[in-house]
């Protein structure tokens, strides 16, 4: 019997990419990096999912339900002295400021009242 066998259709020619040796350099200079931030962050983030574990299996509990208070107050007491030492820092400047500004206030009154 005979067949009919149609014309193979021309498909289209790809274009081939001029591949970049700087690349393969750079990750492979780049590589012993990622490694190590890999083996140094991975301790990190098994503590994070520790801390998050062990956190919401304290809130199923009654101590979990009294932790903000306690914890509030616990950070308060451990950055009081950063707080009054950026206090004693801040407000010389801040009372500076104020000055100026109700100097220049008054200073502006007069001049417009003339």
Not at 71 to 91: Q, R, W
Request: glycine residues 8%.
């Amino acid at each position: 019997a005979l067949t009919v066998v149609p014309k193979p259709q021309a498909s289209p020619v790809e274009v081939v990419e001029k591949n970049s040796n700087f690349k393969n350099v750079a990750l492979f200079l780049a590589a012993p990096f990622i490694g190590l931030a890999y083996a140094v962050l991975l301790p990190l983030v098994g503590l994070a999912m520790l801390a998050w574990i062990g956190g919401n299996a304290l809130l199923q509990t009654q101590a979990g339900k009294n932790a903000p208070a306690y914890l509030k107050n616990v950070v308060l007491f451990a950055f009081a002295p950063f707080i009054g030492l950026a206090y004693a820092v801040m407000l010389p400047l801040v009372g500076m400021v104020m000055l100026v500004w109700v100097g220049a206030k008054a200073l502006m009154a007069t001049k417009q009242a003339t």
